[in-house]
């Protein structure tokens, strides 16, 4: 049974920097995209950051683009999220997520979660201002 675990989490003052961690166990195929989205209490899952697995193409949401960076391991199966300049809109559960069905399609539809089939449990991150 594939699971997808983050680590990594927790509390940061505005300004500060985590690095979030996805590690990948038990599937038996590659996967064809992976990312990372959140959510808060009554929004809907956003999309934050996506990677092609095969490759480094990488799509953004706009409010993340230049502060958070997305990037993978392929040797230990694990995805990452480096996410820097934290602003308390920050504050979310975050998930990671794969996709093991494909097929490839432009990486901007990628930032959709009906665009997975696996995902994580989500690990909370709290920005204080």
């Known amino acids: 049974q594939v699971q997808l675990v983050e680590s990594g989490g927790g509390s940061v003052q505005a300004g500060g920097s985590l690095r979030l961690s996805c590690a990948v166990s038990g599937a038996t195929r590659a996967t064809y995209y992976m990312a990372w989205f959140r959510q808060v209490p009554g929004k809907e899952r956003e999309g934050v950051a996506t990677?092609?697995?095969?490759?480094?193409?990488?799509a953004y949401h706009d409010s993340v683009k230049g502060r958070f960076f997305i990037s993978q391991d392929a040797a230990r199966k694990t995805l990452y999220l480096e996410m820097n300049s934290l602003r308390s809109e920050d504050t979310a559960i975050y998930y990671c997520a794969a996709d093991f069905r494909g097929p490839i399609r432009p990486i901007g539809t990628k930032l959709s979660p009906s665009a997975y089939d696996t995902w994580g449990q989500g690990i909370q991150v709290t920005v204080s201002s």
């Open positions: 990677i092609i697995t095969f490759g480094s193409v990488t």
